[in-house]
């Protein structure tokens, strides 16, 4: 990939404001006092989406990219995605008061953690062409962080319409899980974006 010192700054801005984010959404999950921290995962959201603009207006200006325009465009708009679903989720948890943090909760902020953690990884990595194999592989272990997402998703759902009886509780703790296992479809669908860039410039 030719030598970039626009598009790659703005990657990697952007691939660490999401780790933070979901660092600061993981802490959130795992302390009674949780509202700054759920606030500042909103903020952290911000700031990503101005990246994201500010990357489509380069752009927008730019006559020659290190690769195809139409995945610069797919991935920073992948991560604004990631990071638009883990702040709904922040959203929901501030917003329904949600106080007990069951473990399949927990255990879909851990994966979009470390999904989150691999696609700041492959970001980092697109700065050279000597990466590629790294990023392939942080690629996989995204893909397996949503699959393990899914079933923890799909077991928990099942859990609570079989066990729990307030219909206002199974729809709030529902809403949370489905935006943190959006979360980690949206980072299996950065890693298919760098896969396809990846095998083109290898």
Excluded at 13 to 18: D, E, F, H, I
Excluded at 79 to 88: I, K, M, P, R, T
Excluded at 168 to 175: A, L, S
């Amino acid at each position: 990939m030719p030598k970039d010192k626009v598009f790659q700054p703005l990657f990697e801005q952007a691939a660490l404001k999401l780790k933070l984010l979901s660092e600061t959404l993981n802490d959130a999950a795992n302390t009674p006092h949780r509202q700054d921290l759920l606030k500042e995962v909103e903020k952290l959201k911000s700031e990503i989406e101005s990246i994201a603009q500010t990357t489509r207006v380069e752009l927008g200006k730019s006559f020659i990219t290190p690769f195809d325009r139409e995945d610069i465009y797919a991935i920073i708009t992948a991560v604004d995605e990631v990071a638009d679903n883990l702040s709904d989720a922040a959203s929901r948890m501030r917003l329904y008061q949600i106080d007990m943090i069951t473990k399949p909760l927990r255990k879909l902020t851990e994966a979009n953690l470390e999904a989150c953690t691999e696609v700041h990884n492959a970001l980092f990595g697109l700065k050279d062409t000597k990466n590629l194999e790294k990023i392939a592989e942080s690629c996989k272990i995204i893909y397996r962080l949503e699959r393990k997402a899914d079933k923890v998703y799909d077991r928990a759902v099942a859990d609570i319409f079989e066990n729990e009886t307030n219909v206002i509780d199974i729809i709030r703790y529902k809403e949370v899980m489905s935006a943190l296992e959006s979360a980690t479809d949206s980072c299996r669908k950065v890693a298919n974006i760098l896969e396809t860039v990846t095998v083109k410039y290898s």
